[in-house]
């Protein structure tokens, strides 16, 4: 059973930044595409992050938190990273950590292509 753990939530004044962390079980973390999405509330939950089992670094990001947000992956530690940047109050959600469904996926945005989710992080952004 894949366990995916996030940390590193919390309160931060617009324009203060915050780094969440996902910790993933299993093996084989190396061949799996990762994402990271939110919920707000009253919202659906929408892709943020995604970052590609590929060595070759693949990314890809919402248009709303790009050049902001960084997605990387440490595969020895067996976690994916959100470093959040220039946070605004419309970035306050519940942040999920997801792994794609299937070995080998390509870049995945939608939340129909991850099949193991963490339990969420908050995030608030508000002076």
């Known amino acids: 059973q894949v366990q995916l753990v996030e940390s590193g939530g919390g309160l931060v004044q617009p324009g203060g930044s915050l780094r969440l962390s996902c910790a993933a079980s299993?093996?084989?973390?190396?061949?799996?595409?990762m994402g990271w999405f939110r919920q707000a509330p009253g919202k659906e939950r929408e892709f943020v992050a995604a970052?590609?089992?590929?060595?070759?670094?693949?990314?890809a990001y919402a248009d709303s938190v790009k050049g902001r947000f960084t997605i990387s992956r440490d595969n020895a530690k067996n976690t994916v990273y959100l470093q959040m940047n220039s946070l605004k109050p419309e970035d306050t959600a519940v942040y999920y950590c997801?792994?794609?469904?299937?070995?080998?996926?390509?870049?995945?945005?939608?939340?129909?292509?991850?099949?193991?989710w963490g339990q969420g992080t908050q995030v608030t952004v508000s002076s």
């Open positions: 997801a792994r794609a469904r299937g070995l080998y996926v390509n870049i995945a945005t939608r939340t129909s292509e991850y099949d193991y």
């Open positions: 970052i590609s089992w590929k060595g070759d670094g693949s990314t």
């Open positions: 299993g093996r084989t973390f190396t061949y799996y595409t």
